[in-house]
């Protein structure tokens, strides 16, 4: 791979956003000291922003593009289109450019671009990561989550804040659909239905805030929200 591009679609998230962008630079860090040859584009996705989440990302010097979808489909389609025209102005090709999508409430470990990468080389095209909930979540919720998710290779989860796929195959199924919910899902599901190599694994485990109100119905945080804390 010659390229990669981050996506990070955001929606009022200047509390939390700074944090994920840390991570990010540190796995942009990580990754040049195997890699050096390999230019990283990290775009944010403004959906609808009314704080100053667009400053905290401009602070980063973060390159970010304004959507008003108010969905987070429709916004994280809109970071990767703007970080691979960044690609194809340098220069770079789909094929071997390599996407990592996740959120702005996420925080990658620092292997995170290095390791998807390293899948990506051994022939894989879709990479399906790990989440879990971060600092801030009951520890009762948190006990309560962990009791529901057995996180280890082959795992059965689909989370839009830990995937990454070659660029070419992002581009053959369309990418990602403009859906309030499970964009990512409906993403795998068609990476897998064209018989594209892929793997679950969770040696890139992401972890996410431990809110419980989110910015999508029906999301992780509505999930989180349901578990028992007692």
Do not use: K
Not at 169 to 181: R, W
Request: aromatic letters at 4%; proline letters at 4%.
């Amino acid at each position: 791979m010659r390229h990669v591009v981050v996506a990070v679609p955001a929606r009022d998230e200047e509390a939390v956003v700074g944090a994920c962008l840390a991570s990010v630079r540190r796995a942009v860090r990580h990754l040049a000291g195997g890699r050096p040859r390999v230019r990283v584009e990290v775009v944010v996705a403004l959906d609808r922003c009314r704080d100053a989440t667009g400053d905290v990302v401009a602070r980063h010097g973060v390159a970010a593009v304004r959507c008003d979808v108010g969905c987070v489909g429709a916004a994280r389609a809109s970071a990767v289109g703007a970080g691979l025209a960044r690609v194809r102005a340098a220069g770079g090709a789909e094929a071997t450019t390599w996407v990592a999508s996740t959120d702005a409430d996420g925080v990658v470990p620092p292997d995170w671009l290095h390791g998807q990468l390293a899948l990506a080389e051994s022939g894989v095209d879709l990479v399906v990561g790990t989440v879990e909930p971060g600092d801030g979540c009951d520890p009762a919720r948190t006990a309560a989550w962990h009791a529901r998710h057995v996180l280890a290779e082959h795992h059965g989860y689909v989370h839009g804040a830990n995937l990454g796929i070659r660029a070419d195959a992002y581009a053959e199924v369309g990418g990602f659909a403009p859906l309030p919910l499970h964009e990512d899902v409906a993403l795998v599901a068609a990476v897998r239905a064209r018989g594209r190599p892929w793997v679950a694994t969770d040696t890139v485990r992401v972890r996410t805030s431990g809110r419980t109100v989110g910015r999508a119905d029906g999301g992780f945080a509505s999930y989180l929200a349901g578990l028992p804390t007692a």
